[in-house]
Each structure stands twice: as structure tokens, then as C-alpha cells.
């Protein structure tokens, strides 16, 4: 399903002579890549990368690594085009090159990786400290995280409202028995860290610059690249100021998901994470309250009944089922994540 998806997104880009002429690249060939194409240049290889936000998003995007490079290196870096820019607005569409980082992908089963990776956050967030100021005193575009007593209310009411209309269906499909039969359960999961959340310090430490740093927050193994042991960070498309602990967040949660909430694994990241930029207790406890909302269900909820994605009946449902027998796993986690973090 997903190959076929990126060659619809693939069969959407320009790849006219007119448009390589106008970027000011040499192209000799051109191959696919997942959703972007690289490009063999004279100057080596390049990723050409269209994208579905517009010059603010490209510029905080230019001018966030360019200062996190000024101490970690290791991350992607934008090319600039004839124009100057680092980006091309092309027939009403942008586009952004890079050079191609070569590499193996992390692999989530592997300790190693995930020590390194874990550090490699780390240095990121550390690296980062001070940005917001920094791109505020340039007049720059900082784009923020999105508070969490916000998302988990909207998440809420969202749910609450999907509730009403599905059950005015009069027929109703496998997913939507499903939703009817967990949707209270998973309301009352949310209210519990609405009350959680307004009872933590929270409201005081989105404010504290210390503990702010641009987030990734697609933190998948698929966007660490590792050559020699180093470890190259890519594709910041949603990157935001916020919480260094909500990145960490998203770090745990993909790469233990998979591994039926391995208690263990998510004490190892923090770990290793803390080693090199020290975690606080309150942070700590923020992310119990994350690990606690139920974003992977909310999730496929969401896009199935707003129908955010083009996929097929079956693979939704398929999805649907899965982390529902998944999040069996995550309720004993979180149990024991008093107990061992």
C-alpha cells in the first residue's frame, strides 16, 4: 500500500527540462526514493524534495539547523538555489534540495542504535537551547509547538463528536462497531491526563528556556542515518520549539511500540538521553502523562473518519485492530513506569 502511495506522490513532481534549468542544477540522471527523488549532479549526489508547507515553514526550518550546525553538524542541510533561496516555488508548488546523506538506517531492535540515537537527541536539543530567543531578536518565523492542554481537549471533543454521528449509522462496518465499543474508554483515558496535566508544572515550564529546544518530533529509525558510528538526523518537515521531553516522548513511544512497551528499552533511552543533557524530574513525569495519552489510537480514529488518508477499507481496519491488541501493552507500561524511571 504504502509503495503505491509514494508513486502517486512521486508522479507529482515537475521533472520537466524547464524546471531543472530553473533550480540551476546539472542533473546527469534521476532516481526515486521513497516520496523524494535523487538527483546525480555534478556536485554529487542531491535529494530533491517537494514539499507541502511554505517558505515560513522552509526558512525557520534554513535557519534553525544552521544554527544547531554551529555545534552539531550532524544533521541535514539546505542547499540555495540560483535565486539565493533555499527553496523553489515551482507552478504553485515548493521545493527544497539537499545534499544526500548516506548511511544505514537505525534499527530499533538494535541497542546500539538505539544508545546512539538516543544521544544523538540529546546533542540536538542541547545544541538547540537558546533558539527561540536567537530567531525572535532576528524577527524570524518561530513556529511553536501546539500546547498540550489544547490538542488533548480538541482531541477530546473530536472524539466525543465522531461518537455522535457514528452512532446515528444506521448500518455500521467492523471499524465503526470497534470505535463505539472503545471510544468511552479512550475519553476517559484523555480526561484522566487533562487532570494530570493541569495538576503538573507545565504551564511553568513551557516558558523555561532551558528546557526548550527544536523538537523533531518524527523521531521514526527511519530518520536517523548511521555511517562509522555517527549519526546523521533527517527530514524536519515538523520540527517546532518546544519541550525537549515532548521530542523524547515521541522517541520512546516509536521505538518501543513495536517491542509490546518494553519497560526496560524506554528506561535505556531516557538513560541515555540523560547522560548527556540531564533530564529533570518534572520532565520525567510530563512524559509519563504523553505516554499516557492515546495517540496511536486517536490517531488512526482520526484519519480514518476525517479521511485524512487515501487508503483502503481493509488496511485501515487492519491498523485499527492492531493497536488496539498493541495498547494492552502500553497500559502495563505505564504501570511500571513509577517503578523503574
Request: hydrophobic residues 35%; glycine residues 2%.
Amino acid at each position: 500500500m504504502s509503495r503505491y502511495l509514494e508513486k502517486d506522490f512521486l508522479c507529482s513532481y515537475d521533472l520537466s527540462i524547464g524546471f531543472f534549468n530553473n533550480i540551476g542544477v546539472k542533473v546527469k540522471d534521476v532516481q526515486p526514493l521513497r516520496k523524494v527523488f535523487v538527483l546525480k549532479t555534478e556536485e554529487g549526489d542531491k535529494i530533491l524534495k517537494k514539499v507541502d508547507y511554505d517558505q515560513n515553514k522552509i526558512n525557520f526550518i534554513e535557519k534553525s539547523l544552521k544554527y544547531i550546525n554551529k555545534t552539531y553538524p550532524n544533521t541535514m542541510r539546505l542547499n540555495k538555489f540560483s535565486n539565493e533561496e533555499n527553496y523553489i516555488k515551482w507552478k504553485g508548488e515548493f521545493y527544497i534540495v539537499m545534499d544526500k546523506i548516506t548511511g544505514i538506517e537505525a534499527s530499533c531492535t538494535n541497542p546500539i542504535d538505539l544508545e546512539i540515537c538516543a544521544k544523538s537527541i540529546a546533542k540536538l536539543h542541547k545544541a538547540s537551547k537558546g533558539l527561540k530567543n536567537i530567531l525572535e531578536k532576528e524577527n524570524s518565523i518561530v513556529i511553536m509547538g501546539e500546547d498540550l492542554a489544547k490538542l488533548y481537549s480538541e482531541a477530546r471533543e473530536d472524539l466525543l463528536e465522531i461518537k455522535r454521528f457514528v452512532c446515528s449509522y444506521k448500518y455500521k462496518n467492523e471499524f465503526d462497531n470497534l470505535f463505539i465499543e472503545n471510544v468511552d474508554r479512550y475519553v476517559k483515558e484523555i480526561e484522566e491526563c487533562e487532570r494530570l496535566l493541569s495538576k503538573s508544572n507545565y504551564n511553568n515550564m513551557k516558558n523555561d528556556e532551558d528546557i526548550l529546544a527544536l523538537c523533531h518530533n518524527d523521531l521514526a529509525h527511519h530518520n536517523f542515518l548511521i555511517e562509522n558510528g555517527e549519526v546523521n538526523i533527517i527530514d524536519f518537515d515538523y520540527s517546532s520549539i518546544n519541550l525537549r521531553c515532548v521530542d523524547l516522548s515521541d522517541l520512546i513511544l516509536k521505538w518501543i511500540k513495536n517491542s509490546a512497551f518494553d519497560i526496560d528499552k524506554a528506561k535505556f533511552i531516557i538513560d541515555s538521553y540523560d547522560e548527556v543533557n540531564p533530564i529533570r524530574k518534572d520532565e520525567l513525569e510530563l512524559i509519563k502523562i504523553l505516554l499516557a495519552f492515546p495517540r496511536d489510537i486517536y490517531s488512526i480514529i482520526r484519519v480514518y473518519y476525517h479521511k485524512e488518508k487515501s487508503w483502503e477499507y481493509e488496511s485501515y481496519l487492519n491498523k485499527f485492530k492492531v493497536k488496539l491488541e498493541n495498547d494492552i501493552y502500553r497500559k502495563s507500561f505505564l504501570k511500571e513506569y513509577n517503578e523503574k524511571i
